[in-house]
C-alpha cells in the first residue's frame, strides 16, 4: 500500500530535518482510560486530506493513523510541513501510519522511521517479512517508535495472511524489543470464521498484553462480506469486552475504528460507530 521514500526525496528530508521536526506537535485528545479514540484515514479513502480531516473533524475525532494517500511518505519537507499544518487546523494528531511493509534491508527500513519520526507517530502498523527483526529491533532502539503487526485475515480462498492471530504474531516477537508488538485489527480477526478459525479479538487483547500499541475497530458481516456498524445485529464483535481487555492490559495507545463500507460517504455510519464507541466506555466505566 506504501511507497518508500526514494533516495532523493530521503537526502532532502535529511538536509532539512531540523526544520521539519521542528514543527510544532498536535496533541491527542485522550479518552477515558486513557486511551485515544481516533480513525484510520483510510475510511476516507475517497477523499482528499483535507476532506477527510474536515470530516474527522465534525465526527469529534483528534487522532489518526493515517495511510499513504492522505501522508504520503515519499513527501518533500515543504509538502510535509503542509500536511502537518493542516492537521494542525482541524486538531487532528497523527499517532500512527500504515500498514507498512519491512524486510531485511535495514537502510530501506530506517527511512521508514525517519518519516515517522518526522510526523511524530508513536507506532507504524505494519507486516514486516520473517527476515526483518534484526533491522526492527535497532530500529525501535534508536527511535523509540513502535512496530504495530497488523493481521490481514484471508487473503483468498483457503489462504490467509502470515500475521492471521495474536499468537501468530506474539510467538515471533516475544524474543525481539519490548516496542514490537501488534496493531490488532478486530473486523480482520473476525473475518478468519471464514476459514474456521473462530477468534475472540478480546482474548487476543489480553494475549499480545503489554505489546498492544494500536488497533484497527471495526465489526464484520461474514455472510455479506463487509465492514457493519458496531451493534448492528449481522455484527459479532463486543466491543465493551474489547475495551474491558483494553484496560485489563493497561493499553494507553491509541484506537483507530475503521470502516470499510460506504467510501463514498461514510460519515453517518461512522458518526453511529463513534457514538456507540462513547456510550460503550462510558458504560463499561
Known sequence: MNRPLDRRSFLASSA???????????????????ISLGVQSYTFRNFDLEQALKRMKELGLKSAEFYSKHLPPDANP???????????????????????????????NKKVFEFGKAVGVKYLSASPSLDSFDSLDKLCEEYKIAIAIHPH???????????????????????????????????????????????????????????????????????RKTDVMFGDPSGVLDVAAVFKALREVKFTGAVAIEYEANPSDPSPDMKKCVGYVRETVKDVG
Open 16 to 34: 532539512a530535518a531540523v526544520g521539519v521536526l521542528a514543527l510544532p506537535k498536535v496533541a491527542a485528545a485522550e479518552e477515558k482510560g486513557g
Open 78 to 108: 515543504e509538502k510535509l510541513k503542509g500536511i502537518l499544518d493542516l492537521c494542525k487546523e482541524y486538531g487532528v494528531a497523527p499517532v500512527g501510519f500504515g500498514v507498512s511493509q519491512f524486510t531485511k534491508d535495514h537502510d530501506k
Open 153 to 223: 485475515g484471508p487473503t483468498g480462498k483457503d489462504s490467509r495472511d502470515k500475521w492471521w492471530s495474536a499468537e501468530v504474531i506474539l510467538k515471533a516477537v516475544k524474543d525481539h524489543h519490548k516496542l514490537i508488538g501488534s496493531c490488532l485489527d478486530t473486523g480482520h480477526l473476525i473475518r478468519m470464521a471464514q476459514l474456521g478459525e473462530k477468534i475472540d479479538p478480546a482474548e487476543q487483547v489480553k494475549i499480545m498484553g503489554d505489546r498492544n500499541f494500536g488497533m484497527h475497530l471495526k465489526d464484520h458481516d461474514n455472510k
